[in-house]
């Protein structure tokens, strides 16, 4: 089946810029989203991409997408200790079911 | 913003009873799914709706598990007999023609 990759862990200081990588498999992705998770809570929705675009601004946030590499990064500018939580890459396509990757833990500290 | 409503937060149950998990999808959206997410791991599929059928699911969710869309409004998720392994948080979602995929709060389901 599809696959998303994503790192389990990134550590960075308040202030800092993160940058969050995700990998996936399907060709015919048409949507790529990124989720944050904080804890014992849902999935916010953050931003998404479409396949088409290879970049996408949301005030702190960007979104980088290669497509021919099939290589999603989520940056957060001026990282803040709210930003701590779990990030999720997802990706959906012809099947119309988004695949969810493991999730990045981002700890951010003073 | 839209939004996707789950009830109840939170449900602890007996091994062996059945369970029902309540959606109040975005109206207007035509895909519904459900999700399950074991505490500290992946977001699992389990299954899709549309079009007031299963569309596609996974081999997490066998006979114990049920979907239905009873009124039109809300969208079900029925556990026959709990296990304890079903224990997990379970999130509701939905995608509309915008392709924006919305996930709600969730339901933490625990077994004992």
């Known amino acids: 089946g599809e696959d998303v990759e994503q790192s389990l862990f990134l550590s960075v200081r308040e202030g800092d810029s993160s940058v969050i990588n995700c990998t996936y498999t399907d060709s015919s992705s048409t949507y790529l989203y990124w989720y944050k998770q904080e804890p014992g809570a849902g999935l916010q929705l953050l931003t998404y991409i479409f396949s088409n675009m290879d970049m996408k601004q949301d005030q702190r946030l960007t979104v980088l997408l290669n497509k021919k590499d099939k290589h999603l990064s989520l940056r957060i500018a001026d990282t803040q200790t709210g930003d701590s939580a779990i990030y999720f890459c997802?990706?959906?396509?012809?099947?119309?079911?988004?695949?969810f990757g493991r999730g990045t833990s981002l700890i951010v500290h003073p | 913003e839209p939004e996707v409503t789950q009830t109840p937060s939170h449900q602890v149950t007996q091994m062996g009873q059945e369970v029902i998990l309540r959606c109040v999808p975005i109206?207007?959206?035509?895909?519904f799914y459900w999700y399950r997410q074991i505490l500290g791991q992946k977001v699992e599929f389990l299954v899709s709706?549309?079009?007031?059928?299963?569309?596609?699911k996974s081999e997490i969710f066998d006979d114990q598990f049920s979907v239905e869309r009873p009124d039109g409004s809300n969208f079900t998720l029925k556990i026959r007999s709990t296990k304890l392994e079903d224990s997990a948080m379970y999130f509701c979602a939905t995608l509309g023609g915008n392709t924006e995929a919305f996930f709600g709060q969730g339901t933490r389901l625990t077994v004992v």
């Open positions: 109206s207007n959206h035509l895909y």
């Open positions: 997802a990706e959906i396509g012809g099947s119309y079911i988004p695949t």
């Open positions: 709706f549309y079009n007031n059928e299963i569309s596609e």
